[in-house]
């Protein structure tokens, strides 16, 4: 073993399996030096089997190994959005760090950094995921290490989401018909009346969308249960996807299949060949015109809960929803207390019509006095 100084930085080198290894410790002590040059001789020697130096991987940034994670995921995978923004958001606060300076405590620092921009702790965990699959061997030795430190995953509130009520309701369809966008009006009629996803929407073609048979496919999706799913358009979206049919083609001439419904375009749509990138704007404006708190998911939780209110079954609900399990159909229907207090009021009545039907002359007794619609004025007792 040897070490030496070039300028201010000490360097090693030793020969190993019939090489020369000459690197840099980086560092101006020879202390430092000495323990790198011993670390690194130990570190070949455990891959000795196919002996590869990996010294490369080791010092590459966060951001080129991202960008390689990311070609690859894109073959595998029909929809590379999230990962994107994920992926973004990780670089952004530590994309030049480099492999080996990546600790635990890098994530947990992350995870603080991302709380502080008000991210939801379930797209920081998502987000850290990813940051863990791009590491690769390294992101599974973090993985355990914060595991067995509970800090592996943020906790996460028992309420994810709302459904609107039918004032809301009323209230952001007035806003968006309104509005100057000519894409919001029908792509919330879209997300409350067929409950489909933002990208669903954003994403839908002419060619998905059959007005005639009044039915629409949804084509990519974020489930395999929700990709290809088919959805009758009931009256209400029939007429208004027929209006935006009519503006659609009268701004552009016709509405070819390969065409998207919500035009690309900023501040009004120009180019049909490419879907729209977001409705976010639109959608803050209706939700201030409305006075109405809330996310544009939340018009999906809306549908899901206006379905089983109204009797509809499980598989009816998955089928429209593209939901694979009874776990993700609980988890979105928000039963609202009106449904609850009708349907227990419904055991307070159907005894006494029952009881009236069976016992001659009992019916001027049972039904003397009717059971009363509207609940008692509650006197406090302060």
């Given at each position: ?13 030793f ?29 070949m020697?455990?891959?000795?089997n ?12 966060l951001?080129?190994?991202a ?27 530590i994309?030049?760090l480099?492999?080996?300076?990546l600790?635990?405590k890098?994530?947990?620092d ?11 702790p ?18 599974e ?24 009520s039918?004032d ?8 968006a ?19 489909m ?37 009931n ?18 001439g ?8 919500f ?6 749509p120009?180019?049909?060949s ?11 404006n ?10 544009w ?14 009797g ?5 609900i ?31 009545r159907k005894p ?31």
């Amino acid at each position: 073993m040897a070490v030496f100084k070039r300028g201010d930085i000490w360097h090693y080198e030793f020969v190993f399996a019939g090489r020369r290894i000459r690197e840099s410790s980086k560092s101006a002590s020879k202390t430092v030096a000495k323990l790198a040059e011993s670390n690194r001789r130990r570190e070949m020697e455990k891959g000795f089997n196919g002996v590869e130096d990996r010294r490369e991987d080791r010092v590459r940034t966060l951001q080129s190994m991202a960008t390689d994670y990311l070609e690859g995921y894109a073959l595998r995978h029909k929809s590379i959005t999230f990962a994107r923004y994920a992926l973004g958001n990780v670089t952004r606060h530590i994309g030049e760090l480099m492999l080996v300076d990546l600790t635990e405590k890098t994530v947990t620092d992350y995870q603080t950094a991302r709380l502080k921009e008000k991210a939801a702790p379930k797209t920081i965990n998502e987000e850290v995921g990813f940051l863990l699959r791009v590491l690769g061997e390294t992101g599974e030795l973090l993985r355990a290490r914060l595991r067995r430190q509970r800090a592996l995953k943020l906790a996460m509130g028992a309420k994810v989401g709302k459904a609107y009520s039918p004032d809301e309701k009323t209230a952001l369809l007035d806003a968006a018909r309104a509005a100057r966008s000519p894409v919001i009006y029908p792509a919330l009629m879209l997300a409350l009346n067929a409950g489909m996803r933002d990208a669903e929407i954003r994403g839908l073609q002419w060619g998905r969308m059959d007005l005639e048979k009044a039915i629409l496919t949804v084509g990519e999706s974020k489930t395999e249960a929700g990709e290809g799913r088919t959805i009758p358009l009931n009256s209400v979206l029939l007429e208004s996807m027929i209006a935006h049919a009519k503006w659609f083609t009268g701004k552009f001439g016709t509405a070819k299949p390969e065409w998207y419904v919500f035009p690309f375009g900023k501040p009004r749509p120009c180019d049909p060949s490419k879907p729209m990138v977001s409705l976010k704007t639109a959608w803050k404006n209706v939700k201030a015109k409305a006075s109405v708190e809330g996310r544009w998911h939340d018009n999906r939780h809306t549908l899901i809960t206006d379905l089983a209110e109204s009797g509809a079954g499980d598989e009816t609900i998955r089928d429209i929803a593209g939901h694979v399990s009874k776990q993700m159909l609980k988890h979105y229907s928000h039963i609202r207390m009106t449904a609850k207090r009708n349907a227990l009021e419904s055991i307070v009545r159907k005894p006494s019509t029952d009881l009236a039907a069976q016992e001659p002359g009992a019916a001027s007794t049972h039904n003397s006095k009717p059971v009363p619609t509207k609940l008692p004025t509650v006197v406090s007792l302060n």
